[in-house]
């Protein structure tokens, strides 16, 4: 086999769904669980609006952080 036609082989191998999609999702599951943190701490633990965001933006940031380091670890 052609080394040329070989290496083209293994690109074409590794083209898979872009890092823009991936980056939209991940940042999708980030707000998810944000949200989902909200509304969780407001309605099940009574908490003021105020923590309850401020704990969901972290929720958020740290996903956001633990799914971006996964993805370009493990890719």
Known sequence: MD????LL???DRKEGPGTFLT???GAGLAAL????AYFTLKMELRLSG????????L????SAALL???FFKFR
């Open 9 to 11: 082989d293994k690109l």
């Open 50 to 57: 105020e923590i309850a965001a401020d704990v969901a933006i």
């Open 23 to 25: 980056v939209i999702l």
């Open 68 to 70: 971006g380091t996964s």
């Open 59 to 62: 929720i958020s940031i740290g």
């Open 33 to 36: 669980a944000g949200l989902v």
């Open 3 to 6: 080394p040329d036609q070989d």
